[in-house]
């Protein structure tokens, strides 16, 4: 086993920022922001605890450009209308102790919240759980104009990058899935056309920001769903974006489709992305970050020494214990993971969602009861804060079917 020391080592990106070590935040929704799109007090605490946690950067989760298809009403909402000041307090608390911050930029598509949406894909579907309509070509063309002017803002506001989101099933993530996306136009059909919007989104961004910016892409390796986008696709866009004046690519997988695998819910023991890491290694010079599944220091050490990975993601490894980092730095301490019998479909990812409340709220962790009632305490915040967004961005409050 290598030693722990090469999980601590520097490294650049090639816009030139050095990150302080190998160990990064993935991106979780939080849901909390306070239903205006802005971030809140208990917020700017969560990041500035990771910060001070020791990790080299953090990447607040599906920040959107408009608050028509926002994943939940807890999300950031950058765009012209938008406090940049408050923007700029979670920006610095989650820059402290040479920690970068990033946004994760989302746009939830057909899985936007349908209280305060009309959710909108590629393609319509109607199932159970899933109901949309198709994207026109117009819709299509303000995208990348819409993803760019965040990044903008975020620069503006002080962040050190962003992350666009093409995973897990959101909007450009639906777009590369041939389940999602039954376009015959220019973005649908072959992957060349269904990664067409994504690698318009990253050339508009990388044009608006300045070099020094970085510019990361969240992939998913496969949907792990029947008729979803596979490895070899997968591949395919990863080829592409060679070309592409990105600086990290975040290799993950699943969905949060109704009925599907999400990798939050996941139980799996190790690492989860790595035999795809491994043939996505040779084919781009990117450095590749790789999410889902690490739960000890000893799995983190033998990723970034295998040379496949350079950033190792973690995401509820962060919720249990958020100063982890400078732990590991020091000792191989494990991460007190809870054990859950027989989980409700989204009831982990619930519970991981209501702790990250309880931290950055500076509370002690409770005791795990019935996921059940998580799952609705939950529910019932997001119902409540639906009706401060939609007063706030004056749409009218649909019902939930
Ligand atoms: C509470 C929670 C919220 C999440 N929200 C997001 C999100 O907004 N964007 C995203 O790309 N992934 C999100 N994820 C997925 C994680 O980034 C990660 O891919 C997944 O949890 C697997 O990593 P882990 O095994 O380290 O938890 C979320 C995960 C959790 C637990």
């Known amino acids: 086993m290598a030693k722990p020391d090469i999980l601590f080592e520097p490294m650049q990106l090639p816009c030139g920022v050095v990150l302080k070590n190998r160990i990064a935040k993935s991106a979780m929704s939080d849901s909390l922001g306070d239903g205006t799109g802005h971030p809140t007090d208990t917020q700017i605490r969560l990041y500035d605890r990771w910060a001070e946690g020791g990790l080299a950067v953090a990447i607040v989760g599906e920040v959107q450009g408009s608050p028509y298809f926002a994943e939940k009403p807890g999300n950031l909402v950058l765009n012209g209308d938008a406090d940049l000041d408050r923007f700029r307090q979670l920006a610095e608390a989650g820059a402290r102790n040479g920690a970068q911050l990033w946004l994760q930029l989302g746009h939830a598509g057909a899985m936007a919240y349908p209280p305060i949406s009309t959710p909108k894909g590629p393609s319509a579907l109607d199932m159970p759980g899933l109901t949309c309509a198709q994207m026109t070509a117009e819709d299509i063309a303000a995208l990348p104009a819409m993803f760019a002017r965040t990044a903008m803002l975020a620069q503006e506001a002080g962040f050190g990058g962003v992350q666009v989101h093409a995973a897990h099933g959101f909007l450009l993530s639906q777009f590369l899935s041939p389940l999602f996306n039954k376009r015959t136009d220019a973005y649908g059909g072959s992957i060349d056309r269904r990664m067409r919007l994504l690698l318009e989104v990253i050339v508009a961004i990388r044009a608006a920001v300045v070099p020094g910016f970085v510019v990361a892409v969240k992939l998913n ?11 070899d696709d997968a591949l395919e866009v990863i080829r592409a974006l060679e070309g592409t004046g990105i600086d990290l690519l975040d290799i993950s997988g699943g969905t949060y489709f109704p009925g599907a695998t999400s990798s939050s819910d996941s139980g799996g023991t190790g690492p989860y992305f790595l035999r795809f890491a491994e043939r996505a290694r040779p084919i781009t010079t990117k450095p590749l970050m790789v999410t889902g599944g690490f739960k000890t220091r000893d799995h983190a ?11 190792v993601g973690l995401a509820r490894a962060f919720v249990l214990q958020p100063d982890f980092p400078v732990k590991w730095q020091r000792a191989d301490i494990a991460l007190p993971f809870p054990k859950f019998t027989d989980p409700p479909e989204g009831g982990i990812t619930a519970w991981y969602t209501m702790r990250l409340t309880e931290i950055g709220e500076d509370r002690e962790r409770q005791e795990i009861s019935d996921l059940h009632q998580t799952i609705a305490t939950y529910e019932a915040r997001d119902r409540e804060r639906a009706k401060t967004w939609a007063a706030y961005f004056k749409m009218g409050l649909c019902p939930v079917t």
Do not use: F, K, R, W
């Open 221 to 231: 390796a496969t949907d792990q769903l029947d008729g979803g986008l596979v490895e």
């Open 301 to 311: 050490i033998a990723a970034v020494a295998s040379g496949v990975v350079d950033l």
